[in-house]
């Protein structure tokens, strides 16, 4: 099925590995020009280039970008607009994780959560909808977690953080429904997935990664962690029209841990 989002417009942040690059180059393979960006420059640059070698010049563009920044995330509509030629679909990938229980998540940490996982996804809900508006049908997929509907006693600022995504992204989709505007909003739940914040859990619990990917795929009843692939596929179809009818919704990808 080639071309799903042929013609489509898409910048996606947070992009320069993990799911974001997995969503980006799922993305530009499906037909869409795609502008990644990432506050490490250079390693979204070399993804940028590592698409437009496989698919030919002109179909991805990198720009580094701070996604807490007013500034920059008019420096990057701004760029949407010069080099895609507008923008159709908008990804919010960029995230991290929030250390600390109740008692020990200081409120430096719960501060910076909230600042890269939901003022990202504010910003860029903001500032893409005009560039969205001229560009109609459009497409705001924000990339929650599983654990912003199921929640932990040990992650109350991600939980949070990652809860705030999943109520913010319904609201932005009422508000371009009730403007007649054919703009959606979604979000995405992934549970753990194959990427290197993995590596870092492992780093930071004394743990290889072996051991790590065992423990994790034990509290999912399809018994593995997820791959960057199978989320994209996710994004692939909210960014198309095959889901014209939905908005305000949520898409759990999370191996069934949702239903236990």
């Not at 420096?75 to 030629?85: K, N, S, V």
């Not at 739940?189 to 004394?206: E, K, R, Y």
Request: with cysteine; glycine share 10%.
């Amino acid at each position: 099925m080639a071309g799903r989002v042929a013609g489509k417009k898409a910048l996606i942040t947070g992009a320069a590995q993990g799911l974001g690059a997995a969503h980006a180059r799922t993305l530009a393979r499906e037909g869409a020009r795609v502008l990644l960006t990432d506050i490490n420059a250079d390693k979204v640059a070399a993804e940028a280039s590592s698409i437009n070698a496989e698919l030919g010049a002109g179909t991805a563009f990198s720009l580094a970008h701070d996604v807490t920044s007013a500034e920059d995330w008019d420096r990057a509509i701004a760029f949407a607009a010069e080099h895609l030629g507008g923008l159709s679909v908008l990804v919010n990938n960029a995230g991290v994780g929030v250390r600390g229980n109740i008692e020990t998540c200081t409120l430096d940490e719960w501060q910076r959560g909230f600042a890269i996982n939901v003022d990202s996804v504010f910003l860029g809900c903001q500032k893409a909808l005009p560039l969205l508006r001229d560009n109609q049908p459009g497409s705001i997929i924000n990339i929650s977690s599983i654990a912003g509907l199921i929640a932990s006693d040990t992650m109350p600022g991600y939980n949070a953080s990652k809860a705030a995504v999943w109520m913010l992204s319904k609201s932005v989709a009422l508000y371009c429904a009730k403007r007649g505007w054919n703009i959606r909003s979604n979000s995405i739940h992934p549970t753990f997935v194959d990427t290197p914040i993995l590596d870092g859990i492992g780093a930071n619990a004394g743990l290889t990664k072996e051991v790590v990917m065992t423990k994790l795929a034990r509290q999912i009843p399809l018994g593995r962690v997820g791959v960057p692939q199978e989320i994209a596929n996710g994004v692939l179809y909210l960014a198309s029209d095959e889901s014209s009818f939905m908005t305000g919704a949520e898409l759990k990808l999370d191996g069934g841990i949702s239903a236990m």
